[in-house]
């Protein structure tokens, strides 16, 4: 039980961490879609790379406290598992707002969701192990 208590406060600190991140991710993607010009899933991707770089050093220190020698790994694999969580992102973006017609910036929000689920567990299970 102490275990999930744990867990628990760490998905908090996470989702506090995402929060942060959302932040970074839409800051990013709107200078560069509606600033730049560039094409949205071009935006998007640089947004949620920004984003997770920041999120990495975030909850290294504060989420998971980790004290991991191996940083250039560690930060590899939990961009490794943002990548592929960029993928998710992108693909439930293309699928509410292309094929469903939901406003981008709405389906950027529930891809987002979804996609913290993901993050949280794979991470909290490979990637801030020790």
């Not at 506090?16 to 800051?27: P, S």
């Not at 990495?56 to 592929?84: C, E, K």
């Amino acid at each position: 039980c102490k275990k999930y208590e744990s867990m628990f406060a760490q998905f908090v600190k996470f989702c506090v961490v995402g929060g942060v991140g959302m932040v970074v991710d839409f800051g990013i993607t709107f200078l560069c879609k509606e600033k730049l010009r560039l094409n949205k899933y071009i935006a998007n991707s640089l947004g949620f790379i920004t984003a997770a770089s920041c999120n990495y050093l975030l909850n290294r220190v504060w989420t998971f406290r980790s004290h991991d020698p191996q940083v250039a790994q560690q930060y590899m694999q939990f961009i490794g598992i943002s990548a592929i969580g960029l993928l998710l992102n992108n693909v439930i973006i293309y699928l509410l707002s292309d094929k469903a017609r939901l406003g981008f910036y709405w389906s950027k929000l529930l891809a987002i969701g979804c996609v913290t689920l993901w993050n949280f567990f794979m991470n909290y299970f490979f990637t801030f192990t020790a």
